[in-house]
């Protein structure tokens, strides 16, 4: 297929998708936001979750759905390599979450506060090359794991995005000793020819 062909076929799936068409009806800024509410139907995360660190916020989809879930006052911060326009209530921090400078940001940003809920929607830019893709997807998770275990409090939930292939297993196996309960998911809003699942760890030991 050429390259003109194939563009006006993504483009015209993306608009017929029904998940799209449902995301600018509610004002959502991404369709993402269907697969944190899909899963929070299913899994209850929010409840009693006074701060949420989202991993991977742009465009500000799941910032969004937190926004709705939790009270006023609670402490929401959203953290990406890009800009994302704002959002009453949120705080973002610009910057490469793999970085020490941006991971200082973010600590101090924390300043001691304990966190209940950590989202991680992060995904490297695919090169389509799945040996080199699939490494950089699961270093991110284990970078946003051992985030959980320096700032969430016991009792605390992470929610992320993964990608079955290398590396998988192993992280779940991961996540098990830090959380009593890891299910994985795959939520109907998530494209069914993608790989990418959703892991739901409950209740950090
Ligand atoms: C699928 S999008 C997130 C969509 C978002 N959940 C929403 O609902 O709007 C994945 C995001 O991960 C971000 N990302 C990838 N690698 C990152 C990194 N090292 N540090 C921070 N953000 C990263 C990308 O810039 C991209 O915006």
Redesign the pocket.
Known sequence: MSRSKSSNQWLKEHFDDEFVKRSQQRGY??R??FKLEEIQAKFKVFDQVDAVVD????????CQVVKNQVDDNALIIG????PIEPIEGVEFIE????SDETYIQLMTLLNGHKIDLVLS????NLSGVNATDQPRAMY?AELALDFCQQTLNPNGHHVIKLFQGEGFDGHIKNMKQVFNQVTIYKPKSSRARSREVYAVAQGKK
């Open positions: 800024r991404a993402s936001a991993l991977g916020a742009a465009p500000g989809g799941w953290l990406d390599l890009l910057g490469d979450f793999t929607d992060m995904a490297p991110l």
